[in-house]
């Protein structure tokens, strides 16, 4: 045999395996979702997301005591009756986002706020964009709005917008109202491929946004289409995107590993709430190792290129990688 045959960097000991190690996940590339209702004194379970909670405002102090990473993605499940066919609620400056921005930038400036941009928590029918007369998705009307809402949040002091709604010209819109009114320091995360996915069935508990009609495959990529997703993705970053997005995680590590070798920016990998729940159901079938299979998961992600990593799992993660 000849001498260099042998794998003998990562035998015998733990100290060779650290020193070859290429890839490693820091709490530094976790982003924790979380989930907001209106009220005071309000932390429900989400029954489909073992250890995932709807919390109000009030509670966002205790939430990121000892948070040990750098940045919260948010997102507003506003009460039924506050939804209607217009999105209105997503337009208040005193609504369940800017109030929770305000909230956590006076707790902690150094966290990086990010807000979902959507529709689809605030319209009786749960779509992403509004509809017009026609039952269609009305695509310019809604892009307006989506920009509105950003430049409300940005007010409020959000780091980074990260529009969701799968809209065309989405990021156009935002840049340039957010330019318009003195607020250039505002990133955009594009979520540029991002896919009708059945892995969002849990998401949907918990926002409370299923469509009431129809599904997204009008406005969200088909997973059997590669190719558009690197052309959607190759726009935003044309509108003027500062981060691309990749949704969900595992099951599209393709596409975020060839989206690496096409772009410049930062891309997210997004760990969606049915990769989260298969693993927490799967762990407590007692099929699978929970911890070891959350590591690996988002590992797999940072190692096909993913810069930051966005999952439920954020703040077991941050116990579980310190070392
Ligand atoms: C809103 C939005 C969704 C998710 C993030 N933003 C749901 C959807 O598009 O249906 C899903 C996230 C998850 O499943 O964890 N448009």
Redesign the pocket.
Known sequence: MFPNTRMRRNRLTEGRRRLARQVAVTADNLIL?IFLVEGAGRREPIESMPGVYRISVDLLDKEIEDLKIPAVLL?AVPETHKKNENAQAAFEPDGIIPSAVRRLKKIDPELVVIT?V?L??YTTDGH?GIINQKGQIDNDASIELLAEMAKIHAQAGADIVAP???MDGQVAAIRSLLDKNGLCDTAIMS?AA?FA?S??????D??K??PAFGD?QSY?LSFANPTEAFRDALQDEAEGADWLMV??GLPYIDILYQLRQKTLLPIAA???????AMIKCAAKAGVINEKNAAIESVTAMKRAGADAIIT?YTKELSEWLAR
């Open positions: 979702p997102f979902d959507c689809c928590a992403c969701s709604a799968m979520y991002k996915s892995f969002y069935g849990p998401f949907r918990a926002a946004s299923s997204r969200q949704k969900p997004y760990q969606v709430s049915g990769e989260y439920y």
